[in-house]
């Protein structure tokens, strides 16, 4: 199983990014998505998720309007487009899949499989 996320970069305050996630491996469209960050000395916390149908999303207060996550089955990709960027959302942003009824936080307490990460900075 592969989780291959892109898509990160250095961006100024203000800008925007679109994140990929792209899955081998698994039966994606049963699988619920989510993206990670973790900052500079800092823990991994949950962005955002969606559910395996893509009917259902979650969103830390952080990223509320700013951030949307979003899938296609079809293509076996998650995305996650980040507006109106911060200095505090630099991070490595990792994707993650987890089986089970959809519920947030508890469905990514046990996720099955981890993507690579991708650096995204925001600085001017």
């Known amino acids: 199983v592969q989780l291959q996320a892109s898509g990160g970069g250095l961006v100024q305050p203000g800008g925007s990014l679109r994140l990929s996630c792209a899955a081998s491996g698994l039966t994606f469209s049963i699988y619920n998505m989510g993206w990670f960050r973790q900052g500079p000395g800092k823990e991994r916390e949950f962005v955002a998720g969606?559910?395996?149908?893509?009917?259902?999303?979650d969103y830390a207060d952080s990223v509320k309007g700013r951030f949307t996550i979003s899938r296609d089955n079809a293509k076996d990709t998650v995305y996650l487009q980040m507006n109106g960027l911060k200095p505090e959302d630099t991070a490595v942003y990792f994707c993650?899949?987890?089986?089970?009824?959809?519920?947030?936080?508890?469905?990514?307490?046990?996720?099955?499989?981890w993507g690579q990460g991708t650096q995204v900075t925001v600085s001017s």
């Open positions: 993650a899949a987890a089986r089970g009824t959809w519920s947030v936080p508890r469905v990514f307490r046990a996720v099955n499989y």
């Open positions: 969606i559910s395996w149908s893509g009917g259902s999303t």
